[in-house]
């Protein structure tokens, strides 16, 4: 059930997100004004926003749960290696949507959320100074970093998520 309900929380969270897509401006400038407007402007937008909101927190519970429940009965085991190790990606990519999407609204919140994760980053030896970069496209927290965010959670992070869990769907049928 809980895998039903994850594959259906992620057609709820595309279909909201493509509606919200329309209204939202991915600049530093706009980015908070048009969540504004979306909050009051068109009919029920704050319902829409609210649905995306609220869906993605579900989304992680959901999937959280379906991942103990096939640890619980074993059903990670030979022959379902493959299947589960997708899973587990598929779980990554949910928290990635998750956090990128809250960086989206760009306010204090993101701001300091994404703060603490280039800091967490900036400590990984060698490399970490590197990643930081990758992850805000410039020195500090910028346009550049909304306009990479708004890549990842828009067309890369859910690309990937269709695929792994058509593959994964499909593995569970065969």
Same mark, same amino acid.
């Given at each position: 059930m809980f895998g039903s309900a994850a594959f259906t929380l992620l057609m709820l969270q595309i279909v909201t997100g493509i509606l919200l897509a329309i209204v939202y401006a991915p600049t530093a400038g706009q980015a908070w004004n048009s969540l504004n407007v979306l909050n009051h402007q068109p009919v029920l937008g704050w319902f829409?926003?609210?649905?995306? $909101?609220?869906?993605?927190?579900? +989304?992680?519970?959901?999937?959280?749960?379906?991942?103990?429940?096939?640890?619980?009965? $074993?059903?990670?085991?030979?022959?379902?290696e493959l299947t589960w190790i997708l899973g587990v990606f598929?779980?990554? +990519?949910?928290?990635? +949507?998750?956090?990128?999407?809250?960086?989206?609204?760009?306010?204090?919140?993101?701001?300091w959320g994404l703060g603490i994760c280039a800091s967490i980053l900036s400590r990984v030896p060698f490399v970490g100074g590197d990643l930081v970069h &990758?992850?805000? $496209?410039?020195?500090?927290?910028? $346009?550049?970093?909304?306009?990479?965010?708004?890549?990842?959670?828009?067309?890369?992070?859910?690309?990937?998520?269709?695929?792994?869990?058509?593959?994964?769907?499909?593995?569970? &049928?065969?």
């Open positions: 829409l926003r609210a649905m995306h $909101g609220w869906g993605s927190s579900f +989304m992680v519970a959901v999937v959280v749960a379906h991942m103990m429940q096939v640890f619980t009965f $074993g059903a990670y085991k030979y022959p379902r598929l779980l990554l +990519m949910t928290l990635a +949507m998750a956090f990128t999407g809250q960086v989206l609204r760009f306010d204090q919140a993101a701001y &990758l992850l805000l $496209g410039c020195p500090i927290i910028a $346009g550049a970093t909304l306009s990479r965010f708004f890549t990842l959670h828009v067309f890369i992070i859910p690309g990937l998520m269709l695929l792994f869990a058509g593959l994964h769907m499909w593995m569970v &049928l065969k």
